[in-house]
């Protein structure tokens, strides 16, 4: 089954412990991007990956890093998060110059 | 700057009538236009596209229509059933641009369809 897996769903964290969440995506698609959804702000782009190697800065990089050493992983890390990284956070995966993604069930993030 | 601009945060809708839904955007760039659909606890789910060399395209109950020259493009469902209450963003991308289809999404409307 074609899918993009996010681990974990939900997770409760303290200022400043580093902390990753990961993304893999089973469809071979080159083009990979995080998300985060807030209230009223609908969903905004964090990061994104065109291939293996290749990544750029979305609308919010702050306080986030990313890498892609693999096709399939395109992994979130947070190296110091803070209160204002409290969000529900989405992976999507796609061919690239399709436009078309596909999302992970998302992750839920709370920092205290 | 919003690219992409959903004026409405929610929209209320009887069961069998029809829901509009609106998206508004700048970027004459954006060739590709998309509509997800978002249940709580859950990823959005894509549910229908449109490129910029048509202006309507539908899939059963959903048509999308896009007006290039306004910068406007709508969701129309009928009829409206109690399952399509969700939250829907509406998607731009530039697919042969330098970031080769990065999708611009909208804030999101809610529809609620009342039974």
């Known amino acids: 089954e074609a899918q993009v897996t996010q681990n974990p769903r939900y997770l409760i964290t303290v200022t400043g412990k580093k902390l990753t969440v990961t993304c893999s995506q089973n469809m071979n698609h080159e083009y990979m991007s995080w998300y985060r959804q807030d209230p009223g702000l609908g969903l905004r782009q964090i990061y994104y990956s065109m291939n293996v190697e290749v990544t750029d800065k979305g609308d919010v990089p702050e306080g986030y890093k990313v890498s892609r050493k693999e096709k399939r992983n395109f992994p979130l890390i947070l190296e110091s998060p803070s209160p204002n990284q409290t969000s529900l956070y989405f992976c999507a995966s796609s061919l690239g110059g399709t436009g078309k993604a596909f999302f992970g069930q998302g992750t839920r993030l709370t920092v205290v | 700057d919003q690219q992409v601009k959903q004026n409405s945060p929610s929209l209320s809708v009887q069961e069998g009538r029809i829901s509009i839904l609106n998206c508004d955007y700048t970027?004459?760039?954006?060739?590709?236009f998309l509509w997800y659909k978002k249940y709580p606890a859950e990823g959005p789910t894509f549910l229908i596209s449109i490129s910029s060399i048509k202006d309507k395209n539908e899939d059963g109950r959903f048509t999308v229509f896009l007006n290039k020259s306004a910068k406007h493009l709508s969701l129309h469902i009928v009829p409206s059933q109690p399952g399509d209450s969700a939250v829907y963003f509406c998607a731009a991308s530039d697919r042969y641009g330098g970031s080769q289809g990065n999708l611009i999404f909208g804030k999101g409307t809610k529809l609620s369809v009342k039974p």
């Open positions: 970027n004459s760039m954006f060739d590709y």
